[in-house]
């Protein structure tokens, strides 16, 4: 359900702040678009904290002859259809941002559901996928392995982690997304509680072993913030991911 059941969960809570929910852009701000949901993400969750951003880098499996973005683009306009790409679930950002690339390429990759990221990974270690996006922390050692091809970052910033790899939007201006993760509550929590917690997240989001945790295990970038700045960057994700998905004719399936 992609998040969904855990979000309706948590905006059905008392707004007491003894249950948050761990956002991202799936379940609160496209699966909406997609699906009948039992709560409305305007306005069902209270922004707490911006936690991370988790690079993530578009891979092609390692026998396919493209050694760019824009080689593979050409050959799949010339052949759509041809190719297919291994995604988490209908909505889930691994198809939304790959059908986001196609749909701004003028693209057609056919979608392949797994379970997770790691058998998106080993679908394309198979050559069952072509393609997919992925987390740098799941695909790092088979990147530098050789076992499957970097084509491009999804965000618009370099990856420290793949220098060398260039960002979507060197290929196709304009691209630059995210997996971001964030807290929220319940509707409805008291501003003095929310700063509160989010005073709390703030100051363990600084403490050593975590910032090791999140941005050298997890190769993210750790952001933080204030709820105001997180519930606006929220906002802008709601009014974004609708049109995308009209545009790029994702449709339930």
């Keep these: 359900a992609g998040g969904t059941i855990a979000a309706a969960a948590v905006a059905r809570e008392k707004p007491d702040?003894?249950?948050?929910?761990?956002?991202?852009?799936?379940?609160?701000a496209?699966?909406?678009?997609?699906?009948?949901?039992p709560y409305n993400p305007h306005t069902a969750f209270t922004p707490i904290v911006h936690v991370a951003n988790l690079p993530a880098v578009v891979l092609m499996r390692a026998d396919?002859?493209?050694?760019?973005?824009?080689?593979?683009?050409?050959?799949?306009?010339?052949?759509?259809?041809?190719?297919?790409f291994a995604s988490a679930g209908l909505g889930n950002w691994t198809h939304l941002y790959m059908a986001y690339l196609n749909s701004l390429a003028g693209i057609e990759q056919v979608n392949v559901v797994y379970k997770s990221?790691?058998?998106?990974?080993?679908?394309?270690?198979?050559?069952?996928a072509d393609t997919a996006v992925i987390t740098v922390s799941t695909s790092l050692s088979h990147v530098r392995e050789g076992k499957v091809r970097p084509l491009a970052g999804i965000a618009a910033r370099p990856m420290r982690q793949l220098p060398d790899v260039?960002?979507?939007?060197?290929t196709l201006p304009g691209f630059d997304v995210s997996v971001w993760h964030g807290i929220v509550g319940p509707a409805g929590m008291d501003p003095a509680l929310v700063n509160r917690v989010n005073e709390v997240f703030n100051r363990v989001l600084q403490a050593p072993a975590v910032r090791t945790a999140i941005t050298e295990v997890q190769a993210a970038d750790i952001i933080g913030g204030?709820?105001?700045?997180?519930?606006?960057?929220?906002?802008?994700?709601?009014?974004?991911?609708?049109?995308?998905?009209r545009r790029a004719g994702i449709t339930p399936q």
Aim: hydrophobic share 45%.
């Design 17 to 28: 702040g003894y249950t948050l929910f761990l956002a991202e852009v799936g379940p609160n």
């Design 30 to 37: 496209v699966s909406h678009t997609l699906a009948k949901l």
């Design 64 to 84: 396919l002859p493209f050694k760019n973005l824009g080689e593979f683009i050409e050959a799949a306009r010339r052949q759509p259809g041809k190719f297919n």
């Design 117 to 128: 990221g790691a058998e998106m990974l080993l679908a394309l270690l198979r050559g069952d």
């Design 166 to 170: 260039p960002p979507v939007a060197q």
């Design 226 to 245: 204030t709820p105001l700045q997180f519930d606006a960057f929220i906002k802008e994700e709601l009014k974004r991911w609708p049109e995308v998905v």
